[in-house]
């Protein structure tokens, strides 16, 4: 939300554009992205939003796409005139993000009339929709609170049923039948167990160093039997060929694709036993599209792209299905420390931003369903498209 001033009207950012009628899709694509990102319409072919550095930049991108079409556009920074004026802008924004509510709501409210399938899958379906219109609500309304209390109780409280009787874990309202989880540090382990746990969840953290084969085999042996196996650990230090010694050399490949191999070779045999399991091993776009300065970490990647294929093969007549995704830019703790290099990589999709991680999280969740039953062996690229090469 951005803060408005109690002093008087606080600053907007304006989009004016002109594009030429014809040919109409790249009209199209700009309405529908400014639809998306929530703009007030204060006239024909002139937009606003709350300024702040997000949206300036995402207005930014619509108008170097308006300027490639052939049109022309102009972005500055204003206050509106009086407070009134600036409360019709926000009244009327904060309707429309209500009606919206109010729809997923009412759909929500729906899904008690399903099958505890389809009110997994469809609640899915609106949670991620809600994502949606936070991103472009900057005026949070009591009708958002209601619809994020509709969706939270259109999700199963108990999905097993859906998971055939496997532990199970929805991301979304963090009810976990039973979670283990790594890392290296205890201190962040233990705050993680406490949010599942006051969710209503169950966890336990085993601490390791992933650069270490006996230690991720002991990782193995104190986890125990498991029935989902996501493979999330990565290191990536950035630099050229000729920069790179044997030290991180090794510790890439130690920890990128060796820790998931042993925990594979570990873990997986027992779900061979038990009936049938997962695995999704989280990659990255490096692992197919070059990347400079990350070399070591795209190959690294890439390995543990084809190991995930590997898998699949052997493991899928057991009941045991193997998947990837592959991310992209993302918001973490571990990319915030280099914030420019993140950004630059995102204006390179097809998106123009970052994803958050419950974005990420979505995509992995997905491929531990029963709705990804019949995916096998597959690279789900969570990496906000990749821009055509220009003519």
């Known amino acids: 939300m951005t803060e408005r001033h109690a002093s008087g009207p606080g600053q907007w950012v304006l989009l004016s554009y002109r594009m030429p009628r014809e040919p109409s899709k790249p009209r199209i694509v700009v309405w529908r992205k400014l639809k998306r990102l929530g703009a007030a319409q204060i006239s024909d072919g002139l937009v606003a939003l709350p300024a702040d550095a997000r949206t300036r930049k995402r207005l930014e991108w619509i108008a170097e796409e308006v300027t490639e079409a052939g049109g022309s556009a102009l972005i500055w920074i204003a206050q509106p005139a009086t407070e009134s ?23 929500a409210v729906a899904t008690a009339r399903t099958t505890m399938l389809e009110r997994l899958s469809l609640a899915r379906r609106l949670r991620a929709e809600l994502r949606r219109i936070h991103r472009r609500d900057y005026f949070p309304s009591v009708e958002q609170e209601q619809a994020d209390a509709a969706v939270g109780a259109a999700l199963p409280t108990d999905a097993s049923h859906a998971s055939e009787h496997r532990p199970w874990r929805s991301y979304y309202d963090k009810k976990i039948a039973e979670g283990k989880m790594h890392g290296r540090s205890a201190e962040h382990g233990a705050k993680t167990v406490r949010e599942i746990e006051n969710a209503g969840g169950k966890a336990r953290f085993v601490a390791a160093d992933l650069n270490n084969a006996n230690d991720v085999r002991r990782l193995a042996a104190e986890a125990g039997p498991v029935d989902i196996l996501i493979n999330n650990v990565g290191i990536y230090k950035f630099s050229g060929t000729v920069d790179v010694d044997d030290v991180t050399f090794d510790e890439h490949v130690n920890v990128n694709p060796r820790a998931p191999y042993i925990l594979v070779q570990q873990l997986v045999p027992g779900m061979v036993g038990r009936g049938g399991g997962t695995v999704v091993n989280v990659s990255t776009v490096a692992a197919s599209v070059p990347a400079s300065g990350a070399g070591i970490y795209g190959a690294t990647k890439a390995g543990l792209e084809q190991l995930t294929r590997v898998w699949a093969d052997e493991f899928g007549a ?59 062996g597959a690279v789900l690229h969570a990496t906000g498209g990749q821009r055509a090469i220009a003519a």
């Open 85 to 107: 004026a600036e409360r019709e802008l926000a009244t009327a924004m904060a309707q429309a993000r209500a009606a919206e509510y109010a729809a997923i709501t009412a759909e």
């Open 318 to 376: 057991s009941g045991v299905r193997v998947n990837a995704v592959a991310v992209g830019p993302t918001q973490t703790p571990g990319t915030a420390v280099v914030p420019e290099v993140l950004q630059a990589v995102a204006a390179t999709t097809t998106l123009r931003r970052t994803a958050e991680a419950t974005e990420i999280a979505s995509a992995v969740v997905f491929l531990t369903s029963a709705d990804s039953s019949y995916v096998n």
